[in-house]
């Protein structure tokens, strides 16, 4: 006689996949995580813009934002209202359609690039789970790879605000923008291309654990230090590619008006904003997790290695933001001549050394 | 079964509103859409690598570089003057002969695929691990990819010497 | 219910008919490359499906030499699309019909 249900597992070939009482606190924590990550994600947009106006103004020695708030920290807060309650403006001659798809391409884009990177080990929430959740939202085995593709694909945000806008300045730095970005996108993805022959595995949590322990109990086995040059390598690219300073021609005030963004007012110039700070955010995430050990860290047990996690990535943001207020700005024509003449070839050179390393020391 | 209709019937709707589109702009979106939704097609067959590969190389690279000739050559989007009334099928000389082509391959397509075929399951073990993939890439097929390194050569130096201006 | 072989078969033919409609019956140069590539992808799908039916990896592995073809053809057909509507300002194929360049 055909077995019972109580002696085949779940969802066995010939029976229905129900939902079963155990899973029920561990789905509600994964819409809980879903949720938590992108409120965190906003936060952190929110957060970027004070300490970078109060970095500047530190660097430059004056004082930034005081009033709002105390030390100016309510200062986003008051942007963010004054953007919603701008006018929303839209140029006669542009198309529609394409002018309102570019922002929320962009914004989406940032957003799910973080939906594959881990941000810390499994943890069950101090006992409160029968199984550890992990603390990513998409635990997919070619993580690496999703990243890089949806990269890509925020190259489009760009190039069509700058199309649809209709207006000579928007077009020429949406052009030179994108024409940037998929030049930077080989050194980045060489770059990561170097790290993936050392760590031997597209998941990006089994390269954070790779990184576990230490050398003569001293030094971490972060890939930073077996990878150097590959480090500055994916950081330069990685500021290239969200159009940072000093690669920030595109989009700088003093000589193209705005760029793509000439145009845009209200919110939707506020999803530009906000895609280009996530974006920041999202490589330093994995800057910090392929390089930097992720969330390894001396006292801390795995559960709560998230603490270590967003240390790094704040020195790292802090680092965008001095490099921004620091170094004069690339012309176009020389960012462009650095990323092919000058990036490109050290990447290559990078992966071969590697690969050679990696077959030596076997 | 849900996700295969879904992403199939996106694949399909966009396919043909890239064809039937009047501007190129919004074709090459649209052609970018049904990739999207044959990505997920991929993924469904448990093919991950493929499916990335796809947006990274098909979304992400090619069309840009679409996106870009269009833009750049402004591309005008008014045909002849005859297309602007006429549909397809009813136009003259070579348009219809093109459209009747069309519709012969459809029918022998629908007649090769109803003279039986599997209509069981995926049977069989699914090879979605990328150093499976790699390694037979780099031993098996290590002349394919070499030749293919150089043809992406010929095609490079071939694409920068026809675009540059002769004057 | 699992979709079956057939399926993304019939689906590949579909995607492919669309794909010769567009180049037999679009009067565009643009428009006949994305076509090519709709054929392409239409291709791939097939071989990815039959790569999982069998269950060998050679269905993935040529649907990256595939991908890789249609990338250095697309820059080619571009580059020619280019020179072209330098040329004539034009991207109506039936205005080079002569051979009078």
Redesign the interface.
Known sequence: MKGDARCRPNGAPGTRWRPTNAMTPFLAAQIVLTLFVFVMLLNSAAIMVYVERKVAALLQQRLGPYLVGPKGMLQPLADVIKLMFKEELRPKAADAFLFALAPIISATCAFAAFAVVPFGGSTTLFGLLKEPLRLQVADVNVAILVVFAIASMSVYGIVLAGWSSNSKYSLLGGLRSSAQMISYELSYGLALASVLLVGNSLSITDLVNRQAGAWLHVLPRWFVFVQPLGFLIFLTAGIAETNRAPFDFPEAEQELVAGYHTEYSSMSFAMFFLAEYINMVTVSAVATDLFLGGWQGPFLSESIGWIWFLLKVAALLFFYVWMRWTLPRYRYDQLMRFGWKVLLPLAVVNLLATAAGVLYFQ | ?IL?YSF?VI??VA??L??A?RN?IY??LL?IA??GA?SG??V????P??AV??II??AG??MV??LF??M??N???E??EY?EHTQ?LRRSGA?R???F??VV??ME??W??SKG???????????SSVA??GR??FTD?AF?FEV?SV??L???V???V??R?TS | ???????????S????????????????L??I???I??ML?AV??TF??F???????????I???V??????????G??????L??HRE???P?RFASLKW
């Open positions: 079964m295969f199939a694949a399909v396919s043909l890239v064809i589109q190129p074709s090459v052609l049904s990739f044959l097609l991929y469904l067959l448990d093919a690598f493929v590969i796809q190389v098909y690279a090619i570089l679409f000739v269009v750049l050559l591309a005008p989007h045909e002849t297309d397809m348009m002969f093109g459209g082509l069309a391959l459809v397509l629908v090769a695929l075929g599997q209509t069981g399951r995926f049977a069989g073990a699914s090879v499976l993939i037979a890439l097929y394919q293919t043809l992406i010929v095609a490079m071939g694409a920068v026809l675009a201006r | 219910m699992m979709p079956t072989l057939n399926d993304y078969l019939v689906l033919a579909i995607l492919f008919s669309i794909g010769t409609a567009g180049v037999f019956v679009r009067r565009n643009i428009t490359l994305l076509s590539e709709i992808n791939n799908l990815v499906a790569g999982r039916a069998l269950g060998s990896a050679d269905g993935q592995i649907v990256f030499f991908m890789t073809v249609a990338a250095a053809e697309a820059a080619v571009l580059a020619i699309v280019i020179s509507f330098r034009s991207l109506n039936d």
